[in-house]
């Protein structure tokens, strides 16, 4: 990450070079985790987190649904296989769902706290505080987010994939 310039990114507030210096970050950030594995630690819904601050990620009602459901998943249902293959392998959203309007304030941490994270112990602190954080962020969608998972969860999964 850029440390000479601390020009907000628009969407999620990180002083991080603007937003295309916040996406440089994260995506700095995958390829760390890819190097060492315990930067890999809840690498979805890092993804997730980063996504849902950054609206150009979530335009579809897909990747929303995606994004908000995987969080949902992440925090409430950690060990629950079913949500994780709902969402990974099949996501299924009920046929009337309509996109809702996205938060204006979408958490008060950000990528950058996690970047700073110099050890696999501090990036682990640092992600499930932005994980949670986020998933506070979008508590007006919460209910949502459990029915649509459900939803998901209970749908007849798809033939021949």
Same mark, same amino acid.
């Given at each position: 990450?850029?440390?000479?310039?601390? +020009?907000?990114?628009?969407?999620?507030?990180?002083?991080?070079?603007?937003?295309?210096?916040?996406? %440089?970050?994260?995506?700095?950030?995958?390829?760390?985790?890819?190097?060492?594995?315990?930067?890999?630690?809840?690498?979805?819904?890092?993804?997730? %987190?980063?996504?849902?601050?950054?609206?150009?990620?979530?335009?579809?009602l897909k990747s929303f649904a995606a994004h908000l459901c995987g969080l949902c998943?992440?925090?409430?249902?950690?060990?629950?296989?079913?949500?994780?293959?709902?969402?990974?392998?099949?996501? #299924?959203?009920?046929p009337d769902a309509v996109k809702p309007a996205v938060p204006a304030v979408r958490?008060?941490? +950000?990528?950058?706290?996690?970047?700073?994270?110099?050890?696999?112990?501090?990036?682990?602190?640092?992600?499930?505080?932005?994980?949670?954080?986020?998933?506070?962020?979008?508590?007006?969608?919460?209910?949502?987010? #459990?029915?649509?998972?459900?939803?998901?969860?209970?749908?007849?999964?798809?033939?021949? #994939?």
């Amino acid at each position: 990450m850029p440390d000479d310039d601390r +020009t907000l990114c628009p969407d999620c507030g990180a002083p991080l070079g603007g937003r295309d210096g916040c996406d %440089a970050a994260f995506h700095e950030l995958g390829a760390r985790a890819i190097a060492n594995p315990g930067f890999a630690y809840r690498r979805r819904a890092v993804v997730d %987190a980063y996504c849902l601050q950054h609206p150009t990620y979530i335009l579809s009602l897909k990747s929303f649904a995606a994004h908000l459901c995987g969080l949902c998943a992440a925090v409430e249902r950690p060990a629950d296989p079913r949500a994780e293959r709902a969402i990974w392998s099949d996501l #299924r959203i009920p046929p009337d769902a309509v996109k809702p309007a996205v938060p204006a304030v979408r958490g008060s941490r +950000t990528l950058a706290d996690v970047c700073e994270a110099a050890t696999p112990r501090a990036f682990h602190a640092a992600a499930d505080a932005w994980i949670a954080d986020v998933w506070a962020a979008w508590s007006e969608h919460h209910d949502l987010a #459990r029915r649509w998972l459900d939803y998901s969860v209970a749908a007849p999964r798809r033939v021949g #994939r």
